[in-house]
């Protein structure tokens, strides 16, 4: 009997020997979640989110240390997230060496993940780095796994530092004729390696137009600046390149510019993280003639051109050219009529109108300021028979700067009896028919 339970306890102690080995141990995962290129600017104070996630420990981490190397240093500005708190020891190169976060309640719990924000000043070295990372991280537990209470993990996550930085900055205003005629954008180049650097220029080159909407499409771009020289050090290590392009498209057509800078030296490629510049808004005008439909052979046809100022300036004047087919009875006194939004409480009616024959030329009173309309009617014949008849309108700002739009549409005119427009619709800017008894 005591040699049966004698025996009984062996085996007992042998399972639970057996056992202790496979207990979980202390599992936890590090990621670097943005920058999402893994990439950074060397000689430069730079965030990074680090996502620590609790990957099987049924113990929460209540504390963790994050140790930096490569002659990089952790900056006293990073902060701690919601519920946690941060201490920095080891100083080092305007920074610390070490840095360590503490849970103020709780923790990270089993399959649970925390962001921190950890800002790093990166060191200058004499070329681009395809691999850097952190010395380690060790997180701490509020029980034991696997017979410890902490676990670490090595030389992850990696990221590559680049030489150059830039800024892509766009000219400020609207391109098209209505504005500057050109568009500018300027790169502005750092160079923060150790080196001096030859042939810096952009990558590619001219830099890349962007739709956001619209149409915009560059054209004749050139080049004031194709490639340039930097020190290193902070004595001339930075530079501009330029570009200057027509941009042509649709009115409120929205673009940006992305590209990024590329140096050499000794054989040795120098690049920078890609830039991506502001949006911009192609300039113009946009013109809307209405009705949509009129009767044919109407000799009291009232026609309304609407001039939206998406423009640079204030518009000064607006030449309307007759269209084929229709008449113009050269009727200044009665046959026209301005109504131009200054934002004031009411538009005003200051436009002065004068007869050219094939066209009537609308010139202001008070200008026609930018994000305001105007609309400018003339009263015409429309044409003999049914047809399709686009309509334009030339504008000319304070600048001198004329641009002739086109209204997307086109105007129909109908036979009588054959169209929309109703005898008893009254409305101004409505076609009325007219029925001679």
């Not at 696997?146 to 992850?156: R, V």
């Not at 609309?375 to 044409?383: C, K």
């Amino acid at each position: 009997m005591k040699r049966s339970i004698a025996l009984k306890i062996v085996c007992l102690l042998g399972l639970m020997c057996w056992h202790l080995p496979a207990q979980a141990a202390c599992p936890f995962t590090l990621a670097l979640t943005s920058p999402s290129t893994a990439q950074f600017d060397m000689g430069t104070t730079s965030t990074g989110i680090f996502r620590i996630t609790n990957s099987g420990s049924p113990s929460n981490i209540t504390v963790l240390r994050f140790r930096v190397n490569n002659g990089d240093h952790f900056s006293g500005t990073t902060t701690a997230p919601a519920g946690w708190t941060v201490a920095f020891s080891s100083a080092s190169g305007g920074g610390y060496n070490t840095m360590t976060y503490t849970a103020t309640s709780g923790g990270i719990p089993s399959g649970g993940s925390v962001d921190f924000p950890i800002a790093i000043i990166f060191h200058s070295v004499s070329a681009d780095v395809s691999s850097e990372h952190l010395r380690d991280v060790r997180a701490t537990y509020s029980a034991s796994c696997g017979g410890s209470t902490s676990a670490t993990i090595s030389n992850q996550p990696t990221w590559s530092l680049k030489s150059l930085v830039i800024t892509l900055t766009p000219s400020s205003t609207s391109v098209s004729r209505a504005c500057t005629g050109a568009f500018t954008l300027t790169m502005h180049v750092t160079n923060n390696s150790t080196s001096s650097l030859t042939g810096v220029i952009s990558a590619p080159q001219p830099p890349t137009l962007n739709v956001v909407s619209g149409s915009p499409a560059p054209n004749a771009t050139t080049a004031s600046s194709p490639s340039i020289s930097l020190a290193a050090g902070a004595s001339g290590n930075t530079g501009n390149l330029a570009w200057t392009a027509t941009v042509n498209g649709n009115t409120d057509a929205t673009y940006f510019v992305t590209a990024f800078a590329s140096g050499t030296n000794g054989g040795n490629t120098y690049t920078s993280q890609p830039g991506t510049s502001a949006a911009r808004t192609l300039g113009g005008f946009i013109l809307d003639v209405t009705p949509n439909s009129a009767t044919a052979l109407s000799n009291n046809q009232q026609m309304d051109w609407t001039i939206t100022n998406h423009g640079c300036n204030p518009v000064k004047k607006v030449s309307i050219p007759i269209p084929s087919g229709w008449t113009w009875g050269q009727d200044t006194s009665n046959g026209t009529y301005s109504s131009v939004d200054i934002g004031a409480a009411t538009p005003v009616e200051n436009w002065t109108p004068t007869d050219n024959v094939t066209s009537v030329d609308f010139t202001a009173g008070t200008n026609l300021p930018t994000s305001r309309s105007g609309t400018f009617s003339i009263t015409l014949s429309t044409p003999t028979t049914t047809a399709s008849t686009s309509f334009s309108a030339t504008v000319t700002d304070t600048n001198n700067r004329t641009l002739t739009v086109s209204d997307p549409g086109s105007i129909t005119t109908n036979t009588f009896n054959s169209g929309s427009p109703s005898p008893n619709d009254t409305r101004r800017g409505v076609p009325w028919r007219e029925i001679f008894q």
